[in-house]
Structure formats: C-alpha cells, structure tokens
C-alpha cells in the first residue's frame, strides 16, 4: 500500500508572468532547486538552502489533461472550472471534477 500527503494552495494570480519566467528560467538553466523556507513572525521569509534538492525535471501541463489517476488530481476540486479545448469531447478532467463532486456530497452527508 501506498499513501502520500498533499497540501494544496489555490492561487489566482492576476497575470501569467509568474508562470512564464519559471519556464523560461527553467529552459535556460535546465534544473531547479526545491527549498523550503521558514516565516519569521518579525520579518520576511527566509529560505533554508542547505535544505534543498537539485530538481531536472518539470513538468507543465494544462488542467484539461489531468485524469482519475494522476497525482496532481488530489488538487481538483468538484467546483473547479479548467479550460477545455473545443471539440475535445472527452477530457480526462472531466472525470476527476465527477469524482470530486462526488466526494464533496459525500462530506455534506448526502446526495444533491
């Protein structure tokens, strides 16, 4: 058996030049580094670097492509509302977003 642990922070940025300097960043440089970083009550936050891992791989992709067993799906809520293309009749997501509301009515303790 197999178990993992998620935390997932909705973020709703009011552009898409976060997104785009790490992938332009990351073609440049072809890793990363993944640190964690600790947050003072008295000042800005502080990265631990000692802590990192030198990471090679990325990988971007659209919400429309995540389907039932993929590990990002964790992070699909039933009221998420992901772009599909036109004239894809079927997107994966589709059956994540199913799953999710299911859960959700499951939590309020029944059907709705």
């Known amino acids: 058996m197999f178990f993992t642990n998620a935390r997932i922070n909705t973020m709703t940025p009011d552009s898409s030049d976060n997104l785009e300097n790490i992938i332009r960043l990351y073609g440049e440089a072809g890793q990363y ?5 600790s947050s003072p009550k008295d000042g800005p936050p502080e990265l631990i670097s000692e802590l990192g891992i030198i990471k090679s791989e990325l990988f971007i ?27 894809l009749s079927a997107a994966p997501i589709q059956g994540v977003i199913e799953r999710a509301k299911e859960m959700m009515r499951r939590e309020r303790g029944g059907a709705q």
């Open 61 to 87: 992709r659209d919400a429309y492509e995540v389907g039932l067993n993929e590990p990002e799906a964790v992070a699909i809520r039933g009221d998420d509302d992901p772009i599909i293309p036109e004239g």
């Open 33 to 37: 580094v993944l640190a964690p970083m």
